[in-house]
């Protein structure tokens, strides 16, 4: 049984957001916050965005049927290495769906796709940094550990691109991206996935605080533009200083 929150969904989501979940950040007030580690992009940010992007993964536009999966309520903070909340920055998610299948043309196994899964969402951060999805917990598919990816954007310009993983995830420990990130720096990319007491519908919450490793000075360059910036496969090396380099065929490697 799936929860169907209408019409007054939207009112739901943003009273769970910043009414229900508690917003921690052990060592907010250290002198610097541990920067989140930065992660590739990976292909498969969609190359045609779904018609719905907004923070409610689980339904698209006024459709009644939920997609399948383990509701997840992720919710976070983007915060500078000084512990500031980081306002009017643009959170972008995507992940697969429960059949490990993204909504991306080039994405395997395609033909089982949950239509109904949203695949890609986005937010815009608060006065406090907030930011908050309804989504599902992500599983594995082929030569990857369960994950969500995430990308930020301020004035415009993506700023920030990770990956999420789930914290005692098994797979976590073969996985060659996680692998790949420095072992002091893997826990700035673990987030427990917990199941939340009273949910009579086995829900989760997620919480994922990340930290970019500038000040609040350097991110505000006054140009006041908005929206999403370039994934970073189309800023051809302008979207980030570990964008990663188109190889002689034009493709992306890595996940
Ligand atoms: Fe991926």
Do not use: C
């Not at 992940?95 to 080039?106: E, F, M």
């Not at 599983?139 to 930020?152: A, D, L, M, N």
């Not at 954007?153 to 990770?162: A, L, M, P, Q, V």
Request: aromatic fraction near 8%; hydrophobic fraction near 35%.
């Amino acid at each position: 049984m799936t929860a169907i929150w209408k019409p007054s969904r939207r009112e739901l989501l943003t009273s769970f957001a910043f009414g229900a979940v508690t917003f921690s950040a052990p060592g907010l007030f250290a002198e610097e916050l541990a920067a989140t580690a930065s992660m590739a992009e990976g292909p498969f940010y969609p190359d045609k965005l779904p018609l719905d992007t907004d923070n409610d993964l689980l339904v698209l536009n006024d459709s009644i049927t939920p997609a399948v999966g383990e509701i997840t309520h992720l919710s976070g903070r983007v915060l500078t290495a000084a512990g500031s909340p980081v306002r009017n920055a643009y959170v972008e998610i995507w992940q697969v769906d429960d059949h490990g299948v993204y909504i991306h043309t080039q994405s395997m196994g395609a033909d089982r796709r949950d239509t109904n899964f949203q695949g890609y969402g986005r937010f815009l951060t608060d006065a406090k940094g907030q930011y908050y999805f309804r989504t599902v917990k992500p599983v594995p598919y082929p030569g990857r550990t369960p994950h969500i990816h995430f990308g930020i954007s301020k004035n415009g310009r993506r700023i920030f691109t990770t990956q999420l993983m789930v914290k005692g995830e098994p797979q976590n420990a073969k996985d060659q991206l996680y692998r790949g990130i420095d072992p002091d720096a893997r826990e700035t990319v673990l987030a427990d996935f917990k199941p939340i007491p009273d949910s009579k519908i086995g829900e989760l919450a997620a919480n994922f605080d990340i930290v970019l490793g500038v000040t609040a000075e350097e991110l505000d360059d006054g140009s006041l533009q908005a929206g999403v910036g370039k994934p970073l496969r189309d800023s051809r090396g302008a979207g980030g200083p570990r964008g990663r380099r188109r190889g002689p065929n034009g493709r992306r490697r890595g996940r």
